[in-house]
């Protein structure tokens, strides 16, 4: 593969700085296709894959969650300290998402 050139091409009305790739703009002005493609781009992802990925991040920050407010349990087995509603609330919460 090729390494890629770049142009930078500076827009006066916002300062701001846009780098073309000048095989990308033959491709549009010929209509053929681009042959080189960032493989971190080749992919887009299904509906079903995203949503799969979607339930699996809700998981895991759940279960991170739930590891972030143990000390509130283990306080309150140890010195008898009440939880806060709102802790106990979000936390039956994480326990539903992360079993899900």
Known sequence: ???AVW????????GNN?????????SVNSGEAITEVNTAMA???????????NAQL???KA??????????VSRKA?????????ILALRQQSRLDASS
């Open 43 to 53: 992919h887009i992802p299904t509906a079903e894959e995203t949503a799969e990925v």
């Open 78 to 86: 140890e010195a008898g300290t009440e939880i806060p509603a709102d």
């Open 58 to 60: 809700l998981k895991d």
């Open 1 to 3: 593969m090729s390494e």
């Open 7 to 14: 142009i930078e091409q500076a827009n006066p009305e916002t």
């Open 18 to 26: 846009t780098y073309i790739n000048p095989k990308f703009l033959e």
């Open 63 to 72: 279960k991170q969650y739930l590891k972030d407010t143990d000390w509130y």
